[in-house]
């Protein structure tokens, strides 16, 4: 059943725990402490020497590298005028980039295990070498080391699902490559979090929040979802925030028992529990995004928001528990992609929300659409497929058989590329407001 779709893949505690293995560098270097011999000793300081070597050439691309990109191409100057009109950022193709991406699994320690498709033997390598391309200018990768002396004494925040933290862990990979980041909270799921990057004074929340208004699930029966209520845990925050990424999605799809005023309004999927009106998945998601709307707006805390548009998967052949797969190796082409009927309704409801906000940021709002949904859909190539743990075919009679992601996305991957359109956007943002209020 389509509407089911993803609810094994959205829901892995299991990932959680993965999480924890991979992203604590701090725990795998103390317990290596523990053991002392002389070749462990003579193995770090190589080790030590090697890194060094290492940050020496980063630091050397770095400043090369900054010099390389400041002149502004005829096609950028549209936006380092500070005006984003001229160029949908979100219109394009996606182009051979010979110089692949920024990080790798070796450089980055922060890609769950269930998305480091390079460690887990994916065997094709093409999906790795492409650059999202706006039609009407062109997008560079952006800088980790500008943006970040961008965003000095900054809070960032990302809210959402799975998606969310997929998302966040590619900023972090990117970002990480000029300074390593310290992880200062975590919940106990490991599903929310905090990092800072010291010497910068930047920080980086990602809000487990995956409907976005209060949710409950009561001695597992269905969710509850309060259509009127945002979900503190995000909201109880916002004030600390300069930059918040927001997006919602998947988790609609489940079976929904929806509340308001007190009173239960409907569901969704509830299959004639207590003869309750399906509303379906929109009637939640529309309920939801207009109160988020109206927070962002009715909050007198301004904090520059994004709200990320529904990220397409690309099954074929079956879903996600039928069998589907996602082998493809190359991107779509313009037309090519047909985007499936659950993702056109959350964006149709995502436009009908935000659209009024222009392409622009609007200099009258402080939110507008991250409108991420046309380039993804044109990467079928992007995601794990069977890679989501090492060797999925060992011992496996029938290949059919190894559970696909094809909704996540692997790391690096294409939605490297989301993090140039966020941060171009972002920024030009800024320099709107520096120009129109004579700073600089
Ligand atoms: C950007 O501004 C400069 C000078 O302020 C001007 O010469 C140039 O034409 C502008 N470019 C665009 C694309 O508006
Ligand atoms: C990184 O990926 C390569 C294959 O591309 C693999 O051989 C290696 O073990 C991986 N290393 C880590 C630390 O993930
Ligand atoms: C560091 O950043 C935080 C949050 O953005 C801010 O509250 C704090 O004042 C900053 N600290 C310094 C020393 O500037
Ligand atoms: C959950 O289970 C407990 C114990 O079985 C019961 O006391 C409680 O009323 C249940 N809550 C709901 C909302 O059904
Ligand atoms: C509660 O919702 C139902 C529809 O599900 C509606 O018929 C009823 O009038 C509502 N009651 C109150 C008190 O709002
Ligand atoms: C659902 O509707 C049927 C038919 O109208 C009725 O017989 C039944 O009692 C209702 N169930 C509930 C839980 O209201
Ligand atoms: C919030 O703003 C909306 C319009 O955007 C308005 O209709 C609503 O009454 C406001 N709510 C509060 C609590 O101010
Ligand atoms: C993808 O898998 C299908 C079914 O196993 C196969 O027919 C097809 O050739 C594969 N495509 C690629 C690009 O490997």
């Given at each position: 059943?389509?509407?089911?779709?993803?609810?094994?893949?959205?829901?892995?505690?299991?990932?959680?725990?993965?999480?924890?293995?991979?992203?604590?560098?701090?725990?795998?270097?103390?317990?290596?402490?523990?053991?002392?011999?002389?070749?462990?000793?003579?193995?770090?300081?190589?080790?030590k020497?090697?890194?060094?070597?290492?940050?020496?050439?980063?630091?050397?691309?770095?400043?090369?590298?900054?010099?390389?990109?400041?002149?502004?191409?005829?096609?950028?100057?549209?936006?380092?005028?500070?005006?984003?009109?001229?160029?949908?950022?979100?219109?394009?193709?996606?182009?051979?980039?010979?110089?692949?991406?920024?990080?790798?699994?070796l450089?980055?320690?922060?890609?769950?295990?269930?998305?480091?498709?390079?460690?887990?033997?994916?065997?094709?390598?093409?999906?790795?070498?492409?650059r999202?391309?706006?039609?009407?200018?062109?997008l560079?990768?952006?800088?980790?080391?500008?943006?970040?002396?961008?965003?000095?004494?900054?809070?960032?925040?990302?809210?959402?699902?799975?998606?969310?933290?997929?998302?966040?862990?590619?900023?972090?990979?990117?970002l990480?490559?000029?300074?390593?980041?310290?992880?200062?909270?975590?919940?106990?799921?490991?599903?929310?979090?905090?990092?800072?990057?010291?010497?910068?004074?930047?920080?980086?929340?990602?809000?487990?929040?995956?409907?976005?208004?209060?949710?409950?699930?009561?001695?597992?029966?269905?969710?509850?979802?309060?259509?009127?209520?945002?979900?503190?845990?995000?909201?109880?925050?916002?004030?600390?925030?300069?930059?918040?990424v927001?997006?919602?999605g998947?988790?609609?799809?489940?079976?929904?028992?929806?509340?308001e005023?007190?009173n239960?309004?409907?569901?969704?999927?509830?299959?004639?529990?207590?003869?309750?009106?399906?509303?379906?998945?929109?009637?939640?998601?529309?309920?939801?995004?207009?109160?988020?709307?109206?927070?962002?707006?009715?909050?007198?805390?301004?904090?520059?928001?994004?709200?990320?548009?529904?990220?397409?998967?690309?099954?074929?052949?079956?879903?996600?528990?039928?069998?589907?797969?996602?082998?493809?190796?190359?991107?779509?082409?313009?037309?090519?992609?047909?985007?499936?009927?659950?993702?056109?309704?959350?964006?149709?409801?995502?436009?009908?929300?935000?659209?009024?906000?222009g392409?622009?940021?609007?200099?009258?709002?402080?939110?507008?659409?991250?409108?991420?949904?046309?380039?993804?859909?044109?990467?079928?190539?992007?995601?794990?497929?069977?890679?989501?743990?090492?060797?999925?075919?060992?011992?496996?009679?029938?290949?059919?058989?190894?559970?696909?992601?094809?909704?996540?996305?692997?790391?690096?991957?294409?939605?490297?590329?989301?993090?140039?359109?966020?941060?171009?956007?972002?920024?030009?943002?800024?320099?709107?407001?520096?120009?129109?209020?004579?700073?600089?």
């Amino acid at each position: 059943m389509e509407q089911q779709l993803t609810l094994v893949l959205l829901d892995s505690p299991k990932g959680a725990k993965i999480v924890e293995d991979t992203c604590y560098p701090s725990s795998s270097s103390s317990s290596s402490v523990t053991s002392s011999s002389s070749t462990d000793r003579r193995h770090r300081t190589f080790v030590k020497f090697f890194v060094y070597l290492s940050l020496i050439a980063l630091a050397y691309y770095f400043i090369i590298s900054s010099f390389a990109v400041s002149p502004i191409s005829p096609d950028t100057s549209s936006s380092a005028n500070g005006s984003s009109e001229k160029c949908d950022l979100f219109t394009g193709d996606w182009v051979p980039d010979p110089s692949g991406p920024l990080y790798t699994n070796l450089s980055c320690h922060h890609i769950q295990d269930f998305q480091n498709c390079l460690l887990n033997g994916r065997p094709d390598v093409n999906y790795l070498f492409w650059r999202w391309k706006p039609r009407d200018c062109d997008l560079p990768r952006f800088s980790p080391s500008q943006f970040l002396d961008s965003v000095k004494n900054k809070w960032w925040a990302f809210i959402g699902d799975s998606i969310a933290r997929n998302h966040v862990q590619s900023f972090i990979c990117i970002l990480s490559q000029v300074e390593e980041v310290e992880e200062i909270y975590h919940d106990k799921e490991f599903r929310s979090k905090i990092w800072r990057f010291p010497s910068h004074n930047f920080t980086l929340s990602v809000i487990w929040s995956p409907f976005l208004v209060k949710s409950e699930t009561p001695n597992n029966s269905d969710i509850q979802l309060y259509l009127d209520q945002l979900d503190h845990k995000w909201t109880v925050q916002y004030s600390k925030f300069d930059y918040v990424v927001i997006s919602g999605g998947k988790w609609f799809l489940k079976t929904t028992i929806f509340h308001e005023n007190n009173n239960i309004t409907g569901c969704h999927y509830c299959q004639g529990i207590d003869n309750l009106t399906d509303l379906g998945y929109d009637y939640s998601y529309r309920k939801t995004l207009n109160l988020l709307r109206d927070f962002v707006l009715n909050s007198t805390h301004k904090p520059l928001v994004l709200f990320r548009t529904t990220t397409p998967d690309h099954f074929e052949n079956g879903e996600w528990n039928t069998g589907g797969y996602c082998n493809r190796t190359m991107p779509f082409k313009e037309g090519e992609a047909k985007m499936k009927t659950v993702d056109d309704v959350m964006r149709d409801v995502e436009l009908e929300v935000f659209q009024k906000f222009g392409k622009g940021f609007g200099l009258g709002s402080n939110i507008r659409l991250l409108d991420t949904t046309g380039m993804s859909l044109l990467r079928p190539d992007g995601h794990p497929g069977p890679y989501r743990h090492p060797n999925p075919f060992a011992g496996v009679k029938d290949k059919s058989h190894v559970q696909n992601d094809c909704l996540h996305w692997c790391l690096p991957g294409p939605i490297d590329s989301w993090n140039d359109v966020m941060v171009e956007a972002m920024l030009n943002r800024e320099r709107e407001l520096y120009n129109l209020i004579g700073l600089k």
